[in-house]
């Protein structure tokens, strides 16, 4: 007979709800997570962060070898795309990280329900696998279901000639024209997948402006290098009908305050106007469990519902919808249930685009500095100054850090450049610290390296650059 009783039963085995079940399993707890998907580790494993940076590295090198290598002095012939075998290196990339969950939990000794959860009281989940069971938590049910796609009214996806980001990542050949509809996350890094194998890609973008919720210098010059690697921007542009043909989609735009239509020709659509969060089919309404007006689980600061032994974390609740942030509230969760002190600080939650050059944030826009008031002062330094960066000639970008007038405090800072990504770092770990722009700028950095230049902007901030 199966074990039915549980501490903590987990609903959505994503980066939200596996990290929680293995905190929680960490601390005592004996747990259960419910998947519904044949695999561990959710949107972020098998279709979303890892399938698509897997095929932003392929891309990268195929892009390198056709037209990069050339500039370092290295002659490549016959460079050719062997599209199985980028999906491939995809597939194998995606195996082996689900596959790690699944001995994550076996090591933790974290019992995997396979079905899809429903909640039928405060303490009660029933699992509809290839059986039908009913478990209890007897100290909490998480509710970590993460997010589906947002439709767009009038295409109906069919993940073959209308996709969503699950088709783009599988795509059997480089279609000629890929239309992006979205000029979000989603769409600037697998519209530079496709790109760079050879697709010819337009992105459709309702508002007048790429990545809109980034810094606007952000957006500003990563629209700049994109459209110069041949990405093609139709801004301020909305969708308002498709047809699908024997040869692609028609679709039909308009321009977003109203206007004449036009209509652009694609062989693939990709639709990324955003995700929605998913609570189909988990009994919420039986049990009573609050949505606000965005459909997302209302939660307390502590993750709570409103129905005592009912929490929730992760892309189903308010707040950024990354893989990290989930992450976090699944680890503070587990910790506040075990009677500590669990936290997430949603004012360092970096941000990352995957594209090249990379993008990546932290902390407060000069958009939202200004909004409030907030004296600052900015300190910003190019790759173009940048020796490292010249070695492996990537000097496109900069960075930029935003510091309170008075006390000199990082508020928040914005960087576009080759391995933006992993420099992030060091300013989240400086504002998690409550670091000066003075601080990070007495750090001793290492020569010749790109974080020279998150010094330099440092720097900056006090008007003081060295190399500038
Ligand atoms: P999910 O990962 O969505 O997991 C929820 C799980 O719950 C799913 O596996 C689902 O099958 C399961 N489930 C749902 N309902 C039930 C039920 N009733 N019973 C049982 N199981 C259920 N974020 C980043 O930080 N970095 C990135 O680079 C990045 N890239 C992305 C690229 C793409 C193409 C996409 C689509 C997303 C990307 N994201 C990225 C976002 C990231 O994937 C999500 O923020 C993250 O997966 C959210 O984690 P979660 O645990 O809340 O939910
Ligand atoms: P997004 O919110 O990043 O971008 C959606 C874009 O579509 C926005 O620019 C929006 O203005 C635009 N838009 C909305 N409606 C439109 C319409 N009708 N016509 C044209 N444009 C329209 O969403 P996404 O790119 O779909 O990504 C979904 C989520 O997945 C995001 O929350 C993101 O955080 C996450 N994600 C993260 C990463 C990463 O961290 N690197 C990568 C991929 C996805």
Known sequence: MAESTFDVVVIGGGPGGYVCAIRA????????????????????????????????????????????????????????LDLPGVMKHKDEVVKSNVGGVEFLFKKNKITWLKGAGRITAANTVVVEGDTTQTVTASKAIVIATGSEVTPLPGLTIDEQKIVSSTGALALPEVPKRLVVIGGGVIGLELGSVWGRLGAQVTVVEFLDRVLPTMDGELSKQAQRILGKQGLTFKLSTKVTGATTTESGVALTLEPAAGGAAETLEADVVLVAIGRRPHTDGLGLDAVGVELDNRGRVKIDHHFATNVPGIYAIGDVVEGPMLAHKAEDEGVALAEIL??????????????????????????KTEEELKAAGVAYKA????????????????????????????????????????????????????????????????????????????????????????HM
């Open 25 to 80: 399993a960490q601390l005592g707890f004996k747990v259960a997570c419910v998947e519904k998907r044949g695999t561990l580790g959710g949107t972020c494993l098998n279709v979303g962060c890892i399938p698509s940076k897997a095929l932003l590295a392929a891309s990268e090198k195929y892009e390198e070898a056709k037209h990069g290598l050339a500039r370092f002095g290295v002659k490549v012939a016959g460079v050719e």
């Open 379 to 466: 300190g910003k330094f190019p790759f173009t100054a940048n020796g490292r960066a010249r070695a492996i000639n990537s000097t496109d970008g900069f960075i930029k850090i935003l510091a309170d007038a008075h006390s000199d405090k990082v508020l928040g800072a914005h960087l576009i450049g080759p391995n933006v990504s992993e420099m992030v770092a060091e300013l989240a770990l400086a504002m998690e610290f409550g670091a000066s722009a003075e601080d990070i700028a007495r750090t001793c950095h290492a020569h010749p390296t790109l974080s020279e230049a998150t010094k330099e902007a440092a720097l900056a901030v006090d008007g003081r650059p060295l």
């Open 338 to 363: 075990a009677g500590q002190a669990g936290h997430v600080n949603y004012d360092v939650i970096p941000g990352v685009v995957y594209t090249w050059p990379e993008v990546a944030s932290v902390g």
